[in-house]
């Protein structure tokens, strides 16, 4: 079974332009969940899709972040325009229903020139 | 609110050394607990859970216990090796709804040298 997986690993993008992260979680999970971990700082939680809807996006930055889900099978997460403060790492990560096992993907390291 | 202390790194051991990485938690309830760890150049893996007090996660030589009474959720692992190089997440999940969101400590970077 594939697990969750995150395209691009790598973005290298200036100040003020956009980039979108996409992620593809396991099979059959309805839960998505989209984290960010700034330079040496904790994983933060950014929002949390159950299939299409957004359950949770209490950790959104601000409305520079847009992320969709639609179909309820991969998330997109779109960053316009790009600030400097945006570098880090993205994760995405799925899990089925009620559990509360998540799966992680690789992650894609963001960084804004 | 939520939270999650881990102690601060970097550690460095020698192989076949003992190793203790200390976390704490502050949470409504009972949350469910985790380490989760990143290999260099990998995402994060699950190493190991505990969803209730006095509950052992295990894995890969690794352990910790669920410790209500002091919130804690050390992980030890008695023999290192240099393959343990990694960072190590310790997490929890809000005990007050299914699926929830996960609360992550800073992470702590272990090396292990031969």
Redesign the interface.
Known sequence: EAG?T?FPSHSVIEKGQTVTLRCDPISGHD?L?W?R?VM??????LL?F?KESKQ?ES?MPNNRFLAERTGGTYSTLKVQPAELEDSGVY?C?S?L???????????TRLLVL | GNS?TQMEGPVTLSEEAFLTINCTYTATGYP?L?W?VQYPG?????LL?A?KADDKGSNKGFEATYRKETTSFHLEKGSVQVSDSAVY?C?L?DPRR??????????ITLSVRP
Not at chain 1, 40 to 45: A, R
Not at chain 2, 42 to 46: A, M, R, T
Not at chain 2, 98 to 107: E, P
């Open positions: 969750v995150q839960n969940y984290y971990r040496g700082k904790e994983i933060k939680f949390h159950v949770d950790g994760f990560a899990s229903g009620d559990s509360k096992t998540q799966y992680f993907g690789p992650g | 999650v469910s985790f989760y990998e995402g994060l893996q699950l859970k969803t997440f997490a999940s299914a699926n929830s969101k996960l609360t992550f400590g800073k992470g």
